[in-house]
């Protein structure tokens, strides 16, 4: 027989596991023993898992504030339909301390910054920097491209055209006086927002790289003058164009204003009144959308969201269920079976 | 290359038409403008390349391919468009192409554009670059045959050397001079000029072209200038007319012209076919008449089949309903964001509020085309390509299928119908060579209306034997055995043959390990010991006459008998060869073992003697008188005195049977028949048995051993070949005794029992005759009732003026070239007359090993067995017996009838009895009894016609089976058509011959059984198996599997596409249903086309939802039931609402962990791309049935790369991939624990429902 083997004809099939289909192979089959403590183990640590979100959202204290003015006895109701520079300001309690670091979001509701055409309409090359597409935007930030007398705007496009423009002051009331909260408007943006993607032109000063070009139509101020107290926020590399850059993904979204880390608000903000200062320039009634600031702090699972951790609690506690009725389906089976 | 040659051909062919008038004269008195029509027109002239007409050989042949081949579809430089085209065109892909192709020309619009423009060639390049990968490989394995075979060398006639030199294949022209030499493959189509055998024959092996091993006889060009030993290419001046190229293998007409005008006809018997084997002569010259690609081999050569799978017809309608889905969901889309619009018409975030609503929803409409373009499984098709050459490679592999004996295994031809094997409803089978093993086995004989049972034949395996017995089947069995060995090296798929030696080891092994295989002594036959102790007092009958011991034996059967032998050993076209020597070397002419006239004395003492016996006197036309009569040297002497080598002889013969069988052991194992029919080596090894031997064969004459005469050479005048028609085949031999000419027919017993009627002669012997045919015809029909094949000899003794006349019409009618069929056949019926039934032979085919089992097995699975055959009534109904087919308690149906009407009546009647036991079935529920319908052919020509179909349908679904007998190839296709058609049902043929090629055609499923009688049936099938037995495994594990698999696949690639591009379409309704995206278009195509798309292909190849025995043990289990078939609506439906449930989780676990934060439109992208990974490759593991180290090792890799081309895509890709940049997303999103705690949860809430 072995020399039988060793002449083999080169026409035979080869003899293995994967030829002839043999591969040792695991079949899962779900059998009551383990699918139960399976279960069982799921559901515990999903439980787990799910009342450590809650407590962590739980924990995570919120302060929202509604300043689009609808209502005629808002005090940004003035400013709603005005034309002019408007201010308004609301005022606030926080009952007890709003623990620190506080970050300051402003909200805009009913915004479709994902709108696909509206999130093409900019020019990735420009933002980084590039003098070519300064005089010669993409077509893609059409048609916020050239203006009416065909020079090239920058920063081109509908999304920088658009950026957000109202700005915000807080003071906490102290025995009566105003104190300015100092808000801190570092590293908001994205580390490689702010050090890779977007650069400014290497001319200095800034100013001359944008020659023979247009500010956006929207914008008072042309972007080298966004922050002209400080040449590391200014330009492209602007924290607030950048965070304003970075597409919110849903209609209904906040973006990071500015942190509160300084002074006697290192740890938060101190229960009492605060005052909100608002410098009201950015038009949402023209599609209902709302206005509005909002303090938060975060955890290390981010921000304010019961959803997560109830989803967890309620599934971990669905397996729980599920394994025991599978268990006493199983028993009941079972004694049957030994009856 | 050949392009280019064609190119320059057809250049100089242009230049030469004016140019020829001017200095061509053409010789021998032909006019250039008849050369050039003839060229043009449907013939072509030949001329030798190198002859004296030099000038009109270039005129003629430069037309004419070369005889390099090219079977490449590409070469380097047309590849590239070859094959677009070619993949445009395929119909498979041109859907599907034109549909990626529209995807991506409707992005270069930039108003509707919602990838970058290169984004959007990903998938068509991608599914064309893996066509087109999948084409190379197949071209370049077609480059490799054909260099191989272009390279292949020969000796071509040069005219500078005037010699013969070797030369490649590829540079053979037409016109060439070859010489081959034994067991040379022949290079091109030659007209056969010379060859070395005297009489100018040549016998060549066209395995390679129809499988057929058998040897064929060519004859050199009947024309005396030409032969003779010293043919030189240089005194070739002829010129050679034939047709034009076509693909009909037997067919070849044209004519030889000499510059004498002298024409002679030539025939497809001078034509030696490309790759043939020469066999059995020692040197032919012939001139290539075609080449290359324009030989008969080439033209019939097709390539493999593409036929459309029931699956695949399915899957197009939900291919449909994917569409229609999509277009719902666009114009979801296009409504909403035709509202949206006018909502936010002049928000600050639109980009162009000044487009209507209307347009602006009409150009989303578009764009989401684009966006949700996954829907539409495209890369499907591909991707079920690849899975079927996965589930072919396991299906070729399996060691199952795999037959020592033959060293052949299965061929899968069609390679996209393996998941119909696992749906096959109706099976038809032929029955001979298919359920048969068609290796005929001589079982019993009826002579002089004596019945010779051969009981030890019967029972001859299990049974200890004598050791003579064991020692004869051994040795027997040894040559057998090479001769099948013979047989598979020459096949055409088999590259290699087994040695003669290992095979007779084998055989060795197996006949001492179990006595005797059924299948290993197929060609064996014990002889029956009376017809031996009366063949023996044949050869002794002088002495025992002498003694005066009368014995009941008459000479006149004795006389039977021996013509009954000498018919079975000669009237055949069995070629003779013997393995050590594998030229021709029986000589013709070899020297008798004892001088004739010494034969020819004790022939005519015996006649002498047996004349004097009172039974036969006064008969003067009986038959031994007619035999010996009027011998052409033979005078009667009856005085001659026994001469000593007779007595020796005598006295050798008289000795025991087993010193007989020894000394014949000794000088017959070489001997090889090949033999066109396996009934015809049956019979002429049952000759053989009986020491009737037949040891070689010439054109003109044959070489028999007589018992006790020794070796005759037999005047061989005719053969008129065995023809379906005629259902009989003849000899007219010069008998070498008596010098008359005489006839023996052998053919099926209807017709030479009618034939042989009458008979002249004298009363007595007409009283005897009679009785003789009635015992026969008993005996026929006990044959028949033992699924014995049967055949009647008969004789004819012609007087030579009969013969004369006969022979001169017989000459015009072969003559003839305008009906030469029709007057052939004429000619061979009036000489097939007034025969003389000498006996009939009984043959057993036996069953193949386990088709009984198979049979059951495949029943049980649910799928009706149908036997087509084309055997009688009796011998079919035998078999089925045998193979189970038919049980004993099964009530059998059978319908019979001469006419139209009663036809109709039959069929209506039957239907009544079997409705009302249908009824009485249902009432009584206990009868277990099956009815099985027999019809035979003329009846089924009835039933087959429009009025009657109706009803015979609705009889034959009620029945278990039906067995077709007497039915013709095209009635076969009728039926599985009728079935196929109107039933609707997947059907499967099977069978092994010619007659079964229309119905493996047009079957769904069409499986070939390579066997014994050619590849024609091989050819045209989609899977050829070697045994029947295999179809078990073939449909009941490998059909069902594949069936599985591919369901499977299919369901889970859509599943996979609906929920990915579901993620897709609930984002538009929060972003104002923009055709936004929230992941970045690389990872969205890539992540169908790369990411995912390696797991389904190995679910669809590697998965096993049950084990193979298990599927062997319970054939219930096959998926033919309706039971437990996967791939239907309902299922296909749920598969879509589970994929809209999953992409639901999949979508809005994310976008509730992530309302109203801060989240980046590609940060929540992020986490739901990666959840749908896992859910989709979870969803996998949790469907798959079996899991190996291969499917983890995909998914693991599947993962690897997702997660790595995201990360180091988001890590260096600063500026692309606008508007969707990936820049730090997925590096930022993975550093961050609330990206797990989403994706954990979003994969499980998705998979609960699956547990």
């Not at chain 2, 087109?132 to 050397?161: G, M, P, T, W």
């Not at chain 2, 053979?172 to 005297?198: H, K, M, Q, T």
């Not at chain 2, 998941?419 to 009826?446: A, H, P, W």
């Not at chain 2, 040695?499 to 002889?527: I, Y």
Request: contains cysteine.
């Amino acid at each position: 027989m072995v020399k039988e083997e060793q002449e083999e004809s080169p026409n035979r099939p080869d003899n293995t596991a994967f030829t002839q289909q043999r591969l040792p192979a695991w079949q899962p089959i779900l059998s009551a023993s383990i699918v139960i403590p399976m279960f069982v183990l799921i559901g515990a640590a999903f439980i787990g898992v799910g009342v450590a979100l809650f407590i962590a959202s739980r924990d995570i204290q919120l302060q929202e504030l509604d300043y689009t003015g609808d209502d005629s006895a808002h005090p940004c109701y003035k400013c709603r339909s005005s034309t002019e520079k408007c201010t308004c300001s609301m005022t606030f309690s926080i009952p007890n301390l709003f623990k620190g670091p506080v970050f300051f979001y402003y909200g805009l509701t009913n915004y479709f910054q994902n709108q696909r055409k509206y999130g093409a309409s900019k020019d990735d090359n420009q933002l980084y920097g590039d003098l070519d597409y300064f005089k010669d935007p993409s077509s893609s930030c059409d048609p916020y491209t050239r203006d009416s007398r065909n020079i090239p705007i920058v920063p081109c496009g509908a999304l920088a055209n658009s950026m957000f423009n109202d700005t915000f002051s807080l003071s906490h009331v102290v025995n009566g006086t105003q104190k300015i909260v100092p808000l801190n408007g570092k590293g908001i943006a994205w580390w490689t927002d702010y050090n890779v993607k977007f650069r400014n032109p290497s001319v200095t000063p800034l100013i001359n790289a944008f020659n023979g070009t247009k500010k956006p139509t929207n914008w008072p101020k042309p972007i080298y003058e966004l922050d002209t107290t400080d040449v590391y926020n200014n330009g492209f590399i602007n924290q607030d164009f950048l965070v304003w850059m970075r597409r919110a993904a849903l209609p209904d979204f906040r973006k990071l204003y500015r942190r509160i880390t300084h002074d006697d608000y290192v740890n938060g903000l101190p229960a009492g009144n605060y005052t909100l200062t608002i410098e009201y320039n950015y038009p949402v009634y023209s599609f209902n959308g709302r206005k509005k600031v909002v303090l938060s702090n975060v955890s290390w699972m981010g921000g304010k969201n019961d959803f997560l951790g109830i989803a967890y609690i309620v599934v971990g506690s669905m397996c729980v269920v599920m394994s025991i009725v599978m268990l006493i389906v199983y028993a009941k089976f079972k004694f049957a079976e030994d009856d | 290359m050949e392009r280019f040659h064609w190119v320059r051909h057809r250049c100089r062919q242009l230049l030469s038409v004016d140019s020829e008038r001017g200095w061509y004269s053409p010789p021998d008195g032909f006019p250039s403008k008849s050369s050039l029509q003839r060229v043009s027109g449907k013939r072509r002239t030949v001329l030798a390349r190198h002859g004296p007409h030099q000038q009109e050989y270039e005129a003629v042949s430069r037309k004419y391919k070369g005889n390099g081949i090219r079977t490449t579809k590409y070469s380097l430089l047309t590849f590239i468009p070859m094959n677009l085209f070619q993949q445009f065109h395929r119909s498979l892909h041109r859907f599907a192409n034109v549909y990626f192709i529209f995807l991506a020309t409707l992005n270069f619009i930039p108003i509707v554009e919602a990838f970058q423009p290169e984004v959007s060639l990903i998938p068509i390049l991608l599914v064309l670059l893996v066509t087109a990968v999948k084409d190379i490989f197949e071209d370049h394995r077609r480059f490799k045959s054909d260099r191989l075979i272009n390279n292949l060398l020969c000796q071509v006639y040069c005219s500078k050397q005037k010699s013969y030199v070797d030369r490649c294949w590829s540079d053979v022209r037409v016109g060439d001079f070859v010489r081959l030499s034994c067991n040379e493959i022949i290079p091109a189509d030659l007209l056969l000029l010379y060859s070395s055998d005297p009489r100018g024959v040549c016998y060549i092996e066209t395995a390679n072209l129809d499988g057929e091993t058998n040897l064929k006889q060519r004859q050199v060009v009947s024309d005396s200038s030409l032969q003779g030993s010293d043919f030189t290419p240089e005194s070739f001046h002829s010129r050679i007319e034939c047709e034009n190229p076509n693909n009909d293998l037997n067919r070849f007409k044209g004519y030889i012209e000499h510059s004498g005008e002298a024409r002679v006809g030539l025939h497809s018997s001078n034509l030696l076919l490309r790759s043939c084997t020469i066999r059995n002569t020692e040197t032919v010259v012939g001139i290539v008449v075609y080449a290359g690609h324009e030989t008969k081999a080439m033209m019939n050569n097709s390539g493999p089949r593409y036929k459309r799978s029931q699956l695949e017809k399915r899957l197009n309608t939900d291919v449909l309903w994917c569409v229609a889905l999509l277009i719902v969901m666009c114009l979801t889309a296009a409504v909403g964001h035709g509202l949206w619009v006018k909502n936010y018409r002049h928000s600050v975030f639109q980009v162009d509020g000044e487009i209507s609503p209307a347009l602006a929803g009409f150009y989303v409409f578009w764009t989401m085309i684009i966006v949700l373009q996954v829907l539409i499984p495209i890369s499907l098709y591909v991707s079920i390509e690849i899975v079927k050459l996965g589930q072919i490679y396991f299906i070729h592999n399996d060691l199952d299928f795999y037959n020592e004996q033959l060293d052949s295994r299965i061929q899968c031809r069609a390679l996209n119908i393996t998941e119909d094997l696992g749906q096959i409803q109706y099976l038809f089978s032929d029955k001979t060579g298919t359920l048969t093993e068609n290796k005929m086995v001589f079982r019993r004989c009826s002579i002089y209306g004596v019945e010779y049972p051969h009981v030890e034949n019967g029972v001859i395996s299990g049974m200890s034997l004598p050791p003579v017995g064991e020692r004869l089947l051994l040795g027997k069995s040894m040559s057998c055995r090479s001769l099948s060995c013979n047989r598979s090296s020459v096949s055409l798929h088999t590259l290699t043959a087994e040695s003669p030696e290992e095979e007779d080891q084998l055989s060795n092994h197996a006949a001492a390990r179990t006595g005797a295989f059924c299948s290993r002594m197929a060609k064996d036959v014990v002889p029956d010991p009376e017809l031996v102790r009366k063949l023996n007092s044949l050869c002794s009958s002088t002495l025992r006459l002498r003694d005066s011991s009368t014995e009941s034996l008459s000479t006149l059967e004795l006389t039977y008998i021996t013509d009954f032998f000498l018919a079975l050993a000669i009237c055949n076209s069995v070629v003779v060869s013997s393995p050590s020597q594998p030229r021709h070397v029986v000589p013709e002419a070899q020297a008798p073992l004892k001088s004739l006239e010494e034969i020819k004395l004790m022939f005519q003492r015996l006649n002498f003697y047996s004349f004097s016996t009172p039974q036969i006197k006064g008969s003067p036309r009986s038959f031994t008188s007619k035999l010996f009569t009027r011998g052409k040297t033979g005078s009667f002497n009856f005085n001659t005195p026994p001469s000593n080598s007779i007595d020796g002889s005598d006295l050798a013969l008289d000795t025991s049977q087993e010193t007989y069988v020894q000394s014949d052991e000794d000088s017959d194992d070489e001997l090889l028949y090949e033999a066109e029919s396996p009934d015809e080596a049956a019979l002429v090894h049952a000759a053989r048995a009986y020491h009737c031997t037949l040891r070689g064969r010439s054109a003109k004459s044959l070489l028999v051993d007589l018992p006790g005469i020794g070796s005759l050479v037999v005047q061989l005048l005719h053969i008129l070949p065995f023809d379906s028609n005629r259902k009989r085949m003849s000899v007219v031999v010069r008998h070498p005794l008596t010098g008359q000419v005489v006839v023996y027919t052998k053919g099926a017993d209807s017709v030479i029992m009618d034939l042989a009627e009458k008979r002249r002669g004298s009363e007595q012997a007409q009283e005897i005759y009679k009785h003789i045919r009635q015992q026969t015809q008993k005996h026929l029909d006990m044959y028949a009732r033992e699924g014995l094949r049967t055949l009647c000899i008969a004789k004819k003794i012609l007087e030579e003026d009969e013969y004369e006349v006969w022979l001169k019409r017989q000459l015009l009618a072969e003559s003839s070239i305008e009906n030469q069929e029709e007057l052939m056949l004429d000619s061979a019926e009036r000489l097939e007359n007034d025969l003389t039934l000498l006996g009939c032979t009984g043959i057993v085919d036996r069953l193949q090993e386990d088709v009984p089992e198979t049979i059951e097995a495949l029943q049980e699975a649910g799928i009706k067995v149908w036997v087509l055959t084309g055997d009688k009534q009796e011998t079919a109904v035998n078999i089925a017996n045998a193979c189970k087919l038919l049980l004993s308690n099964d009530r059998l149906l059978t319908a019979n009838c001469g006419s139209k009407d009663a036809c109709a009546a039959l069929l209506e009647e039957l239907l009544i009895e079997v409705r009302r036991e249908e009824d009485g079935e249902e009432s009584s529920l206990h009868s277990t009894s099956n009815f099985i319908l027999v019809i035979d052919g003329r009846t089924l020509e009835w039933a087959l016609q429009d009025e009657l179909k109706a009803s015979f349908l609705e009889l034959s679904c009620k029945c278990k089976a039906v067995i077709c007998c007497r039915s013709t190839p095209l009635q076969k296709s009728q039926v599985v058509q009728l079935i196929r058609d109107k039933i609707g049902v997947m059907t499967l043929a099977v069978g092994d011959g010619a007659n079964d090629v229309s119905m493996i055609q047009v079957a769904d499923v069409g499986i070939g059984i390579s066997g014994q009688e050619g590849m024609q049936a091989v050819m045209s099938s989609d899977f050829a198996i070697s045994r029947f037995k295999h179809l078990k495994k073939l449909l009941l594990v490998h059909g069902h599997w594949c069936y599985h698999r591919l369901a499977n696949m299919i369901l889970y690639f859509i599943y996979k596409n609906v929920m990915y591009v579901n993620l897709l379409f609930w984002y538009q309704f929060f972003c104002g249903f923009s055709g936004s995206v929230m992941i970045n278009s690389w990872v969205l195509i890539l992540f169908n086309l790369v990411f995912t798309s390696v797991p389904p292909l190995i679910y669809g190849i590697l998965d096993r939802d049950m084990p193979a025995d298990t599927l062997m043990k319970l054939p219930e289990l096959y998926g033919a039931g309706g039971t437990t078939k996967i791939y239907i609506p309902a299922t296909f439906w749920i598969t879509i609402l589970d994929a809209f449930y999953q992409s639901v989780v999949c979508f809005f676990v994310p976008y509730f962990a992530l309302a109203g934060s801060d989240v980046g439109i590609l940060s929540f992208g992020s986490p739901i791309n990666t959840s749908a990974l896992f859910i989709i490759l979870l969803h996998q593991v949790i469907e798959s049935n079996t899991l190996t180290w291969i499917h983890m090792l995909v998914l693991l890799l599947s993962t690897i790369l997702y997660f790595g081309f995201v990360l180091i895509y988001s890590a260096f890709c600063v500026v692309c991939s606008h508007p969707t940049n990936l820049f730090r997303v997925e590096t930022v999103q993975m550093s961050q624990p609330l990206f797990y705690i989403i994706c954990a949860l979003t994969t499980f809430i998705a998979l609960l429902p699956r547990y």
